[in-house]
């Protein structure tokens, strides 16, 4: 299957800082790529839509201005979490899609631990 | 909105025993897909079904897809402590997003 790789896969940071997550389809053009935030013990919830040279598309509830999605390229996506506080602890995941199919390839996942 | 329920949430059992786990909406989805989650990594896919009624079976593992196509099952035979994970099922909606339902932790034990 495809293979959608992410950056990095935790990442520690001070309440107030800013971090950017990295999504990257290694062998296939994503033209949309789709980020999900989990929960200790709980599902994925989708943040937001992207598709390649646009705007992303937040979910209900989802801030814009504190996550920014960037899409700039068929095989990267980026998702910066900015004023990062302790409750934006979680672990981000992103998955990609591309071609005639509605498949999602997944990302491993970013451990993200605000202090 | 459309929901996925999924249960159940949580589910200890000893190896060797089946079990079955259930996915319900009041909606429709074009399509529904299985994962398997371990701890710390992203979900791996594990089916698709597609047709109100299809079966697909993977070595233990037996995927039902509603004549409606608005609820799933999987059912594992003879469960391993290998097949320890958190199970999420997934309906494909329009414009390509997935609604993931509240996942069933598994736990098999030796």
């Not at chain 1, 990267?76 to 999602?104: K, M, N, W």
């Amino acid at each position: 299957g495809a293979v959608v790789s992410q950056h990095p896969s935790r990442v520690i940071c001070k309440s107030g800082t800013s971090v950017k997550i990295e999504c990257r389809s290694l062998d296939f053009q994503a033209t949309t790529m789709f980020w999900y935030r989990q929960f200790p013990k709980q599902s994925l919830m989708l943040m937001a839509t992207s598709n390649e040279g646009s705007k992303a598309t937040y979910e209900q509830g989802v801030e814009k201005d504190k996550f920014l999605i960037n899409h700039a390229s068929l095989t990267l996506s980026t998702l910066t979490v900015t004023s990062a506080h302790p409750e934006d602890s979680s672990f981000y995941i992103c998955s990609a899609a591309g071609g005639t199919t509605d498949t999602q390839y997944f990302g491993p996942g970013t451990r993200l631990t605000v202090l | 909105t459309q929901l996925l329920e999924q249960s159940p949430q949580f589910l200890s059992i000893q190896e060797g025993e089946n079990l079955t786990v259930y996915c319900n909406s009041s909606s429709v989805f074009s399509s529904l897909q299985w994962y398997r989650q371990e701890p710390g990594e992203g979900p791996v896919l594990l089916v698709t079904v597609v047709t109100g009624g299809e079966v697909k079976k993977l070595k233990r593992l037996t995927f039902q897809f509603g004549d409606a196509r608005k609820d799933s099952s999987l059912h594992i035979t003879a469960a391993q402590p290998g097949d320890t994970g958190l199970y999420l099922c997934a309906g494909l909606v329009p414009g390509g997003k997935l609604i993931f339902g509240q996942g069933t932790e598994l736990s098999v034990k030796p």
